[in-house]
């Protein structure tokens, strides 16, 4: 591999000789290792410059977009799943015998039969105000812990 006559020092592929000197040899490796990574000042570079910024906002733009429907996706499972274990461990209404005799269980298989069978009404069921506001404020507040 040679290096073509009017490329600036430091431009192109390395040049694959190893030096004996140990400080020219680390010197070598930084080289080598960076050698796509130098700045080679080409008339093209400038052009080039815009070009990538504007591909970088487009691509930040999609990364927001990505990561705050990530966001809305991990709060909607959240609810689903924490309404859920609070629905059958906290019946709705400590009045209601039907409610206050049933077992874990028993609660368990019937969110889990209303779940596949009526899934509307399943999301009335744990969808109640307060526990999906407690929900998604804790939710809310671990993504933004990081």
């Known amino acids: 591999m040679s290096r ?34 130098g700045l080679c000042y080409k008339t093209s570079v400038t052009t080039d410059f815009f070009d990538r910024e504007t591909r970088a906002q487009k691509l930040t733009r999609r990364l927001v977009w990505l990561f705050a429907l ?46 596949l069978t009526h899934p509307w009404h399943f999301l009335e069921l744990i969808g109640r105000p307060l526990v999906v506001a407690c929900i998604s404020f804790g939710t809310l507040a671990s993504i933004a812990a990081g």
């Open 4 to 37: 073509p006559e009017n490329a600036p020092v430091g431009c192109g592929p390395p040049v694959f000789a190893w030096p004996l000197n140990r400080h020219h040899r680390s010197a070598w490796i930084r080289k080598f290792i960076f050698a796509g990574q």
């Open 70 to 115: 990530a966001v809305l996706v991990v709060l909607v499972f959240s609810n689903l799943l924490v309404g859920s274990v609070v629905f059958i461990f906290i019946p709705p209404s400590l009045g209601d015998e039907r409610w206050a005799t049933a077992g874990v269980l028993n609660t368990g298989f019937y969110l889990l039969g209303e779940a």
